[in-house]
């Protein structure tokens, strides 16, 4: 009985010694992580303002044009026009491809025994099947926009 009360005695006082040095650890681990989400914050809002008076300016250029025109001391030739361009993302295909290599490891690695290998298989083989049926939906939207 004395030795376990001993025991108990002796690992209470190593886990009171070690508690405050990872206590004082992760108070800095997350003093460290606010400032630098405070930091990353500050910065999104600076590059928030810059566009914000870029926005202005164009909007006061563009109003300042407009009302040079309607006064006939400019051409219409001269005029700018703006165009917005379509943000290009993933193509089909690649996106077939990557769903393909997620789901086909997921299932190979279920499936086969030796998990790492059926995972690499089912990796190579989804891939391979999803990209050709993206391959299938690219080329039915270009003839479809191809028709319009």
Avoid: R, Y
């Avoid at 650890?25 to 989400?37: F, H, L, R, T, Y």
């Avoid at 080329?139 to 319009?148: C, F, P, T």
């Amino acid at each position: 009985m004395k030795q376990i009360f001993l025991a108990l005695a002796t690992s209470a006082v190593l886990f009171a010694c070690h508690n405050s040095a990872d206590q004082a650890a992760i108070e800095a681990a997350k003093q460290e992580a606010v400032d630098s989400v405070n930091t990353v914050n500050a910065i999104k809002q600076q590059v928030l303002d810059s566009v914000k008076e870029a926005k202005a300016a164009a909007h006061g250029h563009h109003e300042a044009v407009a009302s040079q025109g309607s006064s006939g001391s400019e051409s219409p030739a001269a005029a700018t026009t703006t165009t917005t361009t379509k943000k290009k993302g993933w193509s089909h295909t690649a996106k077939g491809a990557v769903v393909g290599a997620g789901a086909g490891a997921i299932t190979g690695a279920i499936i086969n025994k030796d998990h790492l290998k059926g995972a690499a298989i089912g990796t190579v083989i989804g891939a391979g099947v999803g990209a050709g049926t993206g391959a299938i939906v690219d080329h039915a939207k270009k003839k479809k926009a191809a028709n319009q």
